[in-house]
């Protein structure tokens, strides 16, 4: 018999669940007969698998160890190559927010990828925030996404309630989202966008359309102008929707296409940052968000945008 006592960062998740995650090899029906059968109990009592889970809950296990090893699977790597130098900008017990570099994926798209998710479980794991048998309960993970060659910041879930609370306030669009960019030429007014997006997957190119089409999803982006030099505009952009691309090709629709961007922008434009200034990626960063309780966090912007600006 083996026993597993539920922490902090599973509590508030149903138990069912919870062992479809701990035990990655099982099916949902070998786990319901174990319930069944009582092999497998909560609180020394028969358990349907319904039952929310709180903390210090004590599930046991009456498997021989081979069969818990193999229905628990493999124990999940994190690599002590990968880097736990992630640049924080808040913490609590339930979530963690960081500033992402411009360069690095979101998430992994191939097995030898190395992702800011990877370098926040790796930053959770040597802060001994989490351990290597934690995380085959509840695996913290990243909320929301930005695209490899955008900065700034990325929200992550360190137990199930934190990562419940950025799922919730992220896709019924509680919080505000502020994007900071610089655009080629002088926008000298505020500018309300409003159209439709129209995905081709086979491309990852988005296309803007001023009426509805089959498939199209409606897009709104509000643009102030923050400081120009008359070549380049610092652009402060709150996204009211978010779609793929959305800001990038929003902005290259109306003639202002972000800088160091290679698939919405101007070769040209780009070519000239990129020898004068050492663009190497698309001038968009994910500058703050403010949540519905009034919590607002800021990731600074890189020192390149500045320099385009002055």
Not at 123 to 134: F, P
């Amino acid at each position: 018999m083996k026993e597993i006592i539920i922490t902090s960062a599973d509590a508030g998740g149903r138990l069912d669940k919870y062992l479809n995650r701990y035990f990655a090899e099982a099916s949902m029906g070998f786990l319901y007969k174990m319930l069944r059968k009582k092999n497998i109990k909560l609180n020394d009592a028969k358990a349907s698998g319904k039952e929310i889970l709180k903390e210090n809950d004590c599930i046991k296990v009456f498997f021989s160890d081979d069969t818990f090893m193999k229905m628990k699977g493999q124990s999940i790597d994190i690599s002590q190559e990968v880097s736990a130098d992630i640049d924080v900008i808040y913490e609590d017990n339930d979530i963690l927010i960081v500033n992402k570099p411009a360069g690095v994926l979101s998430q992994k798209a191939a097995a030898s990828d190395i992702s800011i998710n990877e370098m926040i479980l790796s930053y959770l794991m040597k802060t001994k925030q989490i351990s290597e048998d934690s995380i085959h309960g509840f695996k913290p993970s990243i909320a929301n996404r930005l695209d490899r060659n955008t900065s700034g910041l990325i929200l992550a879930g360190k137990t199930l309630k934190g990562q419940q609370y950025l799922s919730q306030a992220l896709k019924d669009r509680s919080c505000i989202k502020i994007y900071h960019a610089i655009v080629a030429g002088e926008m000298d007014r505020e500018i309300n966008l409003s159209g439709y997006l129209q995905k081709n997957d086979k491309t990852n190119e988005v296309e803007i359309l001023k009426n509805y089409e089959d498939g199209a999803k409606e897009i709104k982006t509000d643009i102030v102008p923050l400081k120009t030099n008359g070549r380049y505009t610092l652009v402060q952009v709150h996204l009211i929707t978010g779609r793929t691309h959305q800001i990038r090709a929003h902005l290259s629709s109306i003639g202002y296409p972000i800088i160091g961007d290679y698939k919405y922008g101007v070769d040209a434009l780009n070519a000239r940052a990129k020898k004068q200034f050492g663009v190497k990626s698309q001038l968009l960063h994910a500058y703050s968000i403010e949540f519905e309780d009034g919590h607002k966090y800021i990731a600074p912007r890189p020192a390149i945008f500045d320099k385009l600006i002055n």
